[in-house]
């Protein structure tokens, strides 16, 4: 017997899905995370009861890369830069993220002034050496970091994206004469122009260096000792796995790593129920992740950061978390108004129901009180106390707007589920795209409660509850593929030789083969895509143009970009002349395609387990609703709204007028009625 | 009407309590937050495909405003500058157009004289329709990088009235009915120097506006259009209540504070006073510039719509969670007094530069009053808004392409109650505005920068220090007939400190020919001519000192020498302790605390006779290299013409009656090192 094993680690809970090869079942398990991070994965995996050396595959997505941004538990670090410019990561681009309150700082940078060493050098913006590298500067700014014990460093030179020599003799200095230092230089972690973003970059991978070096270098050896024996492969913001030697050199590419998992997932998910157009929505305790699949792809940016002000310039798959969970509090505001959130009551002390000392009441005391959640989660682990929802809901909204405890709890969550959409529509519908093309991927503990009544909001028709809808993002990082992301600055317009282009993607795509093939990826396995990000002449931002390969004529590329910006923003300028702005390649390691288990499906009428009363949403009375077990429904079983199906993990809430239907894979497929 | 906003403020009958909504809660905050999400969408769309770098900076604002033109919803992210300005916008397309008003005109506008800022500043009005009636309007406003006029950038100093600083466009369709009115547009962009990205930025405007036409639409599909224009105004009831129950919360009383302009050179030296008082009385602030100084030689006046914006901006400091809407406008009473001061000016006097003069001395005095009222959130004074305008052919190419290096610095915010004030932030002009990237300066222009760093000991000394400022210096390398303008102030009215804390150093920039000669060109000149191999440099200030700098912690003073933040030598002279280097290798310092204590003594003892000594014999010792600029200022309180080490007298008794209020008095004589 072989297995695949997926193992996500988040803050809370540690997640496994394992992936039997041969009855292609799924199962799962899931346990809380542990101090040492690595015993908590093991833990998992004897949850899970599977002997390592039946894995043939191990993917692995994990925050520990971003909270040790977050929590600052970062080694001491240097950075060298050219004179002149020894605080260009503390200048930023000025900006603070809360323009109003001059009481609220942005977070100050990885490393401290006294940390910033200068040497003299300079090259100019076309790549010409104004200024050599001063070896007799350099060798004296390695002689202070070794007495000041500093292993770790960031070489960032002005323009060095045009060349990148000098950097390179600095680095050559440094590995001369500290021959244990760990270095990061931005000419080859982000060969791009614009200093601060260069060197944001490159510092935040020398600063998670030492940290995930040691944490995977242990997590192999632990893992090897378990008897596995293959590749470690960790999933990295961009949405794809590397190997721990490539994490190794990239180290900020892991920031994000576990947000990638859940829009991974969502795009498997689609595609697999046939659905082009997809939004994955996450909602957990205290905040809710976003992601967009169009046409099978997931949107990827490259303005990104774990903190304002610093950011992380790699390509990442756009993930927009907004302070709205199930613990987000209903609140009234100084001018009487009903608001919800973005406080949350958080883990501790919880909502009002969990009887820890919560008196504000919030989203998850409102389902509860509605009916639409159960008095009893977890399979029992956790009792609700429906009557502390009554009275935090009574107390807080009800008195103050004259509301019956229902009616409170009702509005407390129209308001929250207005503030969703809102935020869904900000980065989704209104860039073109009919919502009536989309399908809602509901998951996280709270996604399956408010999915369907968030889908009607934006007429969305349809919504997926994954078989899992706790551990989607573990599923996310069993079913990837190896990915690195090359780009190279390429400016021109009218004129540029398509010959030229071609050469540049040629060599970005050598440089795609040659991390494959470090990786153990064999040459039939690799596929690599081009994309060229283009703008109108006089413009900032680009859009990304696939182009095919090889590149005889920009003419199709230019008129796709056309095209695009037509659809993305409205309008186009056809007479005004289109810039390249630069190369992308896409290497992807194609690895071995698993296929989850198919049931065969027949339609029945499955019996409810029990009933209660549960009050909707846009529905005054109470209705009388049948409560269903989710591991009792097997594929093809088809219920009609009003309904609420149990889990271990999660509730799933149809609501009247919708119905739902469960799939060949065990998806809960609801279809919603949307006004006419 | 448009030209006397205090008219048109009046208080509101709506009173705290006086206040009910016809809407229900839920209808309400999802409609409110429904707005706040369309102006966010707007800005996103400018941002997405806007050519103007300046507006891709961010120097831009987003509004919708209701069928009378009263902003019901400003962008969350808006610029500071633009937040009173852009129902002055709606009112006055309104008043122009009245009846003709038809559904499909777009129209554009940048008068200052009908409530704008500056030409630069160009506004896109849509009005929405709804069943044929006139509806709501939806307004994007942006700063375009030329609106033609003698100086590139239009920006001259120089200019006295505004003919011929840049086009004046009072309002006037740029789409008629949905028509496209190209010859409109060109007559537009035909008068400025970048006539296809000054297109580019009229489009991406234009269709900013029509996404808050079809989400308007949207809305009215799903509540009615009566529920609509009930939220439109119960929106701004909302914000008006909201704000006068905070104001009703403050004790009453009066306070008059005054900042000042360098100086009008068409007249003798001496600083220009803006004075502002404020009066709260109840639930109602009024506000009264009408002392102000009468309108100067040089465009650093403002009209009344930049001074509008500016109390409001000033006020909503100290209000950061209060939304802005019309219904803010109506809690604040604003009188400018008559026309033909320097916050009022009329038509055609020239007010480009309002935003580096009158607008930062409104918003830095009320920064001062409202740290006496709030003393938890005081603000001592920061930088000065500055923008250098390079222009010229560049060398570098053949066909000698025009280029424009265009560029403003962040720098230092003013000390804070128990926080030490902001290093290299955005100007208070607008937190939100980010400097741009050098290198991407530098492949756009012939101008290699040779320095954007932090200036050690520019944070002005306070028990809280004032954040540092930033030096930026530059080469013109193959430029050819090269001018350089600037605008900025406070060479002589330097940014100040509060409760003790003392003021940082002056704006102004410093020429350096290619033979070595050095010249130093103030805070305001334009189209000074450089040649190659000619270099500049500029600091930005640091922020004002908040409280006696006698009392700052010694070692926060050690912390900031091992950082160089602060010097050893001025740790001495700024604030009397005594660090001795230990191994500067290490970055180790220490405190000699008994020194400490006596210098701390001497300088108790002696402070208030250096302000009183003779001025004229500061000015030789400065002259003769004895004393350096911050001496001059920090200890004698004597203003120089920099370059030459000539005083001035009148300037320096006013300098020397303001560090008596801000300072002197609130200084203590016990001594208060504390030991070890």
Known sequence: MTVRVAVDVGGTFTDVCVLDESSRQVSVAKVPSTADLIDGVEAGIRAAGINLDEAVFFGHGTTIATNALITRQLPRVAMVTTRGFRDIIEIRRGTKDELWDAYKDVAPPYITRRDRLVVSERVDAAGRIVQPLVEAEAREIVRILRRRGITTVAVCFINAYANGTNEQKMRDILEDELPEASISISSEILPEIFEHERFSTTVTNAVLSPLV????????????????????????????????????????RLAGSGLAAGAVATRHLASLCDFGHAIGFDMGGTSTDITLVLDGQLRVTKDWSVEYGYPICFPSIEVVTIGAGGGSLGWIDDAGSLRNGPQSAGAYPGPACYRRGGASPTNTDANLVLGRLGETLIGGALQLDREAAESALTAVVGAPLELEVADAADAVLRVANANMADALRLISIRRGHDPRDFVLVAFGGAGPLHGADLARELSIPAVLVPPNPGITSALGCLLVDVRHDLSSMFLGRDGVDPQEVEAEFQRLEAEGYERLAAEGIAEMEMDLQRTIDMRYLGQWRSLAIPVSSPLTSLQEAIAAFHDQHEREHGYNRLETPVELYRLNVTAVGLTHKPELA?????????????????????????LETPVYRREDLEAGASIEGPAIIEQLDSTVVIPPGSSSEVDDWLNIRIEISLPA | LAEHPHRDLAPSVATAS???????????????????????????QILRTCHSFVIWSRDFSCALCDRDGNTVMQGSQDIATQVGILHFMAKAVLENFGESIAPGDVYVINDPYSGGTHFNDVTLVRPIFCDEELFAFALACGHWADMGGRVPGSFDI?????????LRITPVRVWKAGEYLSDVVRLISANTRVPSDIEGDLHAQAKATAVAERELHRLVGKYSKSAILTAFAEVQDYVELLTRRRVSELPDGVWENEDYIDADPATEEGLIPVRVRLKISGDQMYYDLSGSHPAISIFLNAAFGLSFSSVIAGTKTFFPDVPLNSGFYRAVDVNLGPEGSVVNAPWPIAVTGGASGVHEKIMNASFEMWSQIMPERALACSFNLEYLLVGGRDGRRKDRPYFMWYDWMVGGWGGRNGKDGCNATSPVFGVGLAVQPLEGQE????????????????????????????QKGALLREGERTVMSYSCDRARSITWGIDGGLPSLPHGVWLQRSDGERHFLGAVFSNVAITSGDSFTRPSAGGGGFGDPLERDPLAVREDVADGYVTVDRSLTDYGVVIREVDAELAEYEIDWEATEHARGEIRSHRLGWLAEDPESVAARYRSGELDVMDVI??????????????????TDQFRAMLMRRAVAHWTKAPTVPLP
């Open chain 2, 634 to 651: 920090r200890r004698y309180g004597v203003i120089l013409d920099w370059g030459s080490g000539s005083l001035f007298p009148r300037t």
């Open chain 1, 213 to 252: 070096f040691q944490y995977l270098g242990e997590l192999g050896r632990r893992l090897e000792d378990d008897g596995y024996g293959g590749d470690l492969l960790v999933l990295h913001s961009g949405g794809g796995v590397m190997t721990a030697k490539g994490a190794a050199k990239f180290p900020a």
């Open chain 2, 18 to 44: 006086a206040l009910k909504r016809s809407l229900d809660p839920v209808t309400f905050e999802v409609l409110k937050n429904a707005f706040a999400t369309i102006v966010d969408e707007m800005a996103e």
């Open chain 1, 598 to 622: 198919r049931h065969s499906r027949k339609r029945y009428r499955p019996s409810a387990q029990s009933k209660r009363l549960v009050r909707f949403d846009s529905v005054e009375e109470w």
């Open chain 2, 158 to 166: 120089s200019a006295r009235e505004h003919f011929g600083e840049a």
């Open chain 2, 443 to 470: 492949r756009l222009s012939p101008v290699l920068t040779s320095t954007h760093e932090l200036v050690p000991d520019s944070g002005g000394p306070g028990r809280y220090r004032g954040g540092c400022g930033v």
